[in-house]
């Protein structure tokens, strides 16, 4: 049977594992594609008097694999909250939870900044500068020109976050770089391909997936006003379904902004027709914003999906292990 190891390093910069025992119950990563801060949570066994939580700004480095195998480094955590809990199966669990250090660090400070006739790829430079990071970001959106955007009194990280996900992308900050991929393109932010997850009914210790039709548009628009014609005008992009429209609530401001507009909206609404979760044994290779291949799952199988999140737990009791699940979206 394969042992699962897991490398928990403090600010001493020596592993917490051991020094904290059989006390640790459990510990959990959450690997996000983007928009939401990675995330992990440790599950600790306690015993009165309680202890107290962790000090503002203690720090943690996370790495895990198998044993024998490559350890993967899932990157720095800085705590972020406590919650103690108690029932009468499991007594008192201590669970300390601990965001991705970029995300907290990121710059938050509220500003108001225009930029006028540069690329996506330049907004994004500029803005991760101004948090002291580097910006690397996929090519299919680093090149798409912005005639003009305003940041009214928004931090550095929430105006970029907003303007990726309205070009049919996602930010996420990592290793002191922001990283800006393409939704659904198997890619990363340097456009080299994602490892695809394979997986077979035949490893699923849980399941619970959902096939959804109401996102299922014939052509999805999104408008904007032609200041040369004194028009208002559509760009429209092919959906999933065959009859309905579906329109953008907002207008762009401009016509290629529009194509673009479009285009994210019609790849959330084809991601939100397939949902759910399959959960397997752990695999250091997997990556969130992989694609996904379902192998044996019949009529569900052979469906174009990726996987948004992944989430890693690691027991540590007698029937201890590591299972991984993936929250799975359509890709197209």
């Known amino acids: 049977m394969r042992k699962p190891v897991v490398q928990v390093i403090g600010q001493s910069e020596s592993d917490l594992i051991p020094k904290w025992g059989s006390s640790l119950l459990a510990v959990r990563f959450t690997d996000n594609e983007g928009g939401d801060a990675d995330e992990i949570e440790f599950d600790f066994s306690v015993t009165l008097p309680l202890q107290a939580p962790p000090a503002e700004g203690t720090r943690y480095r996370l790495l895990y694999g198998w044993e024998a195998g490559a350890l993967k480094d899932a990157g ?19 669970t300390i939870t601990a965001r991705s250090a970029d995300f907290v660090d990121a710059d938050k400070a509220e500003e108001t900044e225009h930029f006028e006739d540069l690329t996506a790829g330049e907004i994004f430079s500029r803005l991760a500068s101004s948090a ?3 910006a690397k970001v996929h090519p299919s959106i680093a090149n798409i020109r912005i005639p003009y955007r305003l940041r009214m ?8 976050q907003a303007l990726a996900d309205e070009l049919g992308g996602t930010l996420k900050p990592a290793n002191g770089q922001w990283l800006v991929t393409e ?24 399941c619970d997936l959902n096939h959804e039709a109401k996102a ?28 309905a429209s579906m329109f953008s609530l907002f207008p762009a401001a401009s016509g290629s902004e529009a194509k673009v507009k479009s285009k994210a909206e019609a790849t959330a609404l084809a991601r939100a027709t397939i949902t759910g979760s399959v959960t ?10 992989a694609p996904v291949q379902l192998i044996g799952f019949g009529g569900w199988s052979g469906r174009d999906l990726v996987a948004q999140t ?14 991984m699940t993936p929250e799975l979206a359509a890709k197209s």
């Open 310 to 323: 992944i989430t890693h737990e690691f027991t540590f009791d007698e029937q201890g292990g590591w299972l």
């Open 132 to 134: 002291g990071k580097s």
């Open 216 to 243: 299922k548009y014939g052509q999805v628009n999104a408008g904007y006003f032609d200041a040369d014609q004194g028009l208002s005008l559509l760009e429209l992009v092919p959906g999933l379904g065959k009859a």
């Open 280 to 289: 397997i044994e752990g695999d250091p290779a997997a990556m969130a914003g």
């Open 153 to 160: 009194q928004q931090s550095a990280v929430g105006f970029a």
């Open 183 to 206: 939704k659904n393109s198997g890619q990363t932010a340097g456009g080299s391909i994602i490892p695809p997850l394979t997986i077979s009914i035949e490893d699923v210790i849980g």
């Open 76 to 94: 720095s955590f800085t705590y972020q909250n406590s919650r103690i809990s108690f029932s009468a199966d499991h007594g008192w669990v201590l």
